[in-house]
């Protein structure tokens, strides 16, 4: 699958941007890597539109929620006003938000159990809509996070695709905030390696720059885009 759109920034794009974009350039030149290899999500959950329009303006065109009620509210006359956006879903999907999701956003980064690859499947006959899937792998093994558990990882992605004839574009990951990100950003590729697949969405505002070292595609980066959350308005 292609990656998500980019296009150049405006020379007055909004500072947090614009400086998030040098450091990508900066760790794909240390990582020897093109620049369009690597996919910036500029994480916009909890932001209104009013918020989002000068991110758009200059130039960014991925963006990532965490909620389908939020997105919904705010994202389609966005996306309406400014053709060739792309939307991902970075958060948990729960299975009954399945026909949403699969109908509003482009690529879901959170799959990671049996009820939700059924749901999707069933969602993506239906309409006929093929958004980009992620599998979230838990790294850290932690039982208040979503994912599926490293040592599982193989069998859930051959089911993904087997039983439920999902094409699974990538893996996600979020790693422990208190351990250092850069050996599960490795394992995370490790298993992508093995399951051929190309995609890896990992690393933050906090430590994209590692994840692009250890072979990200994709980076969600938020605050140091837009700042300190805010209650969205819609």
């Not at 956006?85 to 729960?94: M, R």
């Not at 939700?116 to 006929?128: D, F, H, R, S, T």
């Amino acid at each position: 699958m292609t990656q998500s759109p980019t296009a150049p920034l405006s020379a007055d794009s909004p500072n947090g941007l614009a400086a998030v974009e040098q450091e990508i350039a900066h760790a794909c030149k240390e990582a020897r890597r093109d620049r369009a290899s690597v996919t910036l999500i500029a994480v916009s959950k909890t932001f209104a539109g009013d918020a989002i329009l000068p991110i758009i303006r200059a130039g960014q065109r991925a963006f990532g929620e965490n909620r389908v009620q939020e997105a919904k509210g705010k994202w389609p006359e966005l996306i309406q006003a400014n053709p060739g956006l792309q939307l991902h879903l970075i958060g948990p999907l729960q299975s009954n938000k399945a026909k949403e999701a699969v109908a509003l956003f482009d690529a879901i980064h959170s799959v990671d159990r049996a009820s939700i690859c059924e749901a999707l499947a069933k969602e993506v006959k239906n309409q006929g809509k093929h958004p980009e899937l992620f599998v979230q792998i838990n790294t850290g093994e932690e039982p208040q996070k979503a994912g599926v558990a490293p040592q599982d990882a193989d069998t859930f992605i051959a089911a993904c695709r087997d039983t439920y004839g999902l094409q699974i574009s990538g893996l996600m990951c979020i790693p422990p905030v208190d351990q250092a990100p850069a050996p599960h950003f490795a394992l995370c590729a490790k298993i992508a390696a093995r399951n051929g697949l190309k995609n890896l969405s990992m690393g933050m505002s906090a430590d994209f720059a590692v994840a692009i070292q250890m072979g990200a595609t994709h980076v969600r980066v938020g605050s140091a885009i837009f700042g300190t959350r805010t209650v969205v308005h819609n």
